[in-house]
């Protein structure tokens, strides 16, 4: 693997991913998370609850800046406008967002670009553009309304035997008991929300899920 690309998929072991429609608390949480061995974080901001405009905007620019001072790459889901205006480290899109040719073509090459993927067509399609790729949901999921259908370590499998130098991480209902098959299956790493945001010990969770 390039040392480039060997960077980044270290740097996605464990990808946490949060908005304020998932913990009553975003700044504690991702700060406890961080703190914990968090490797990436995305702000998500989605859902009935999520914030818009001007306090999206706020939220965003306090958790870039807490992101920073752990050293942690700071990636905004879908918001292309908002990733350019507070210069994030990247951007990370589903397959209903923009398309991955027109988001790179936007951030440019210096900013991570990452999609979500659900099947080994879609993979295909956003490697030329993408700088890791999300698959899932490897398990149930109640963080996404319209997740698709689990899919396990298959699709990891698959998407690994095919590219063997792209940056992958597993996402959906993931718990730290999952992280050593799912690694083994070809991820670099694992994207959370419910796990940490959800837990009653969140500096807990998050160490389990570091120390593995
Ligand atoms: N994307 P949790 S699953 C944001 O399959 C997201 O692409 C998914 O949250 C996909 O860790 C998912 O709480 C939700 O299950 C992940």
Redesign the pocket.
């Known amino acids: 693997m390039n040392p480039s690309r060997r960077a980044l998929a270290e740097q996605l072991q464990l990808y946490f ?1 949060c908005g304020t429609p ?1 913990t009553k608390d975003v700044l504690g949480t991702v700060e406890t998370a961080l703190q914990c061995g968090v490797t990436c974080f995305q702000f ?1 901001e989605k859902g009935k609850e999520a914030l818009y405009g001007d306090k999206k905007e706020a939220m965003a620019r306090a958790l870039q800046t807490l992101c920073r001072s752990y050293d942690v790459p700071f990636i905004i ?1 879908d918001d292309v406008a908002l990733a350019e205006r507070i210069d994030a480290d990247g951007v990370h899109i ?1 397959q209903d967002d923009t398309e991955a040719a027109h988001v790179r073509a936007r951030i440019g090459p210096d900013k991570w670009l990452g999609v ?3 099947t080994l067509e879609e993979a295909a399609a956003a490697i030329d553009h993408a700088d890791y790729v ?11 309304e319209d ?2 259908a689990v899919n396990g370590t298959t699709l990891i499998r698959q998407v690994r035997d095919m590219y063997r130098e792209l940056p992958i991480v597993g ?4 718990l730290p008991e999952h992280v050593p098959m799912i690694r083994q299956d070809g991820a670099d790493g694992v ?5 940490i ?2 837990a009653p010990d969140v500096a807990m969770a998050t160490r389990r899920f570091a120390c593995l």
């Open positions: 991913i998932n998500r889901n589903g979500s993927v659900h999300g698959i899932g949901p490897v398990y149930p999921t109640k963080s996404k997740a698709g996402i959906g209902g993931i994207a959370v929300i419910s796990a945001a959800s």
